[in-house]
């Protein structure tokens, strides 16, 4: 395992908090299982997985810092992804915790989990 600082943008961080508890204790742990199936849904084909072109120039605006403990060739393996994709960590963290929040939403992330147990 490895300790990363990830700075994401204040609606990232929203998004991974979500609306029924505004305890942000959560948010971290929620990072991490972002980034973790962002990379899974690579090869799914879903609409929305590449990171955004319109988004690309985009400043950043107010961030907040997350501390993480992610596996250590995930890590390696989401970098190599951000560099593939020609953008920064920071963005494609970003566009991971929108993704897996879209995705939580439409109930998907349940159905993967519920799959992997099988």
Do not use: N
């Not at 990232?12 to 971290?28: K, M, N, Q, R, T």
């Not at 899974?40 to 400043?59: H, I, Q, S, V």
């Amino acid at each position: 395992m490895r300790s990363v600082t990830l700075e994401v943008g204040l609606l990232a961080f929203e998004a991974l908090l979500g609306e029924d508890d505004p305890d942000a204790s959560h948010v971290p742990g929620r990072m991490s299982g972002a980034l973790r199936f962002y990379l899974r849904e690579r090869d799914a084909g879903r609409p929305g997985w590449k990171y955004p072109e319109l988004l690309r120039d985009r400043r950043p605006g107010a961030e907040a810092k997350l501390e993480l403990r992610v596996d250590e060739e995930r890590w390696r393996e989401f970098e190599a992804e951000a560099e593939r994709q020609g953008v920064s960590v920071r963005q494609l963290a970003e566009h991971a915790a929108f993704y897996f929040a879209a995705e939580l939403s439409a109930g998907r992330v349940t159905e993967r989990i519920l799959d992997d147990l099988d």
